[in-house]
């Protein structure tokens, strides 16, 4: 069965840090690109960041450049993003994505974690 859990949101001051982890079972972990996406309240679900297979590439939005950290543990089947300088405008329900494209692509979703940045 796959299954993708996401952990570690919470409620965090603006300036403030907070690290996501996502832990992968049921599938070949290594073989998948790991994104995470979020979904803030009344906006569509956007890519915050993306890794490669082997964890040699990584991409992110304009919007979290210089403060977001994608990083993969393919041995320990999990996906990370550490999140500094967090800003109010981060605030959304946080998910982790394994893609994998080819003639019949494939993604999984985890349920997400919410992430509140508040004072």
């Known amino acids: 069965q796959v299954q993708l859990v996401e952990s570690g949101g919470g409620l965090v001051q603006p300036g403030g840090s907070l690290g996501l982890s996502c832990a992968a079972s049921?599938?070949?972990?290594?073989?998948?690109?790991m994104s995470w996406y979020r979904q803030a309240p009344g906006k569509e679900r956007e890519l915050v960041a993306v890794?490669?297979?082997?964890?040699?590439?990584?991409n992110y939005a304009d919007s979290v450049k210089g403060r977001f950290t994608i990083s993969r543990d393919n041995a320990k089947k999990t996906l990370y993003l550490q999140m500094n300088s967090l800003e109010p405008e981060d605030t959304a329900v946080y998910y982790c994505n394994a893609h994998r494209g080819g003639f019949v692509a494939t993604d999984y979703w985890g349920k997400g974690t919410l992430v509140t940045v508040s004072s």
């Open positions: 049921g599938f070949t972990f290594s073989g998948y690109a």
């Open positions: 890794i490669a297979t082997d964890g040699g590439r990584t």
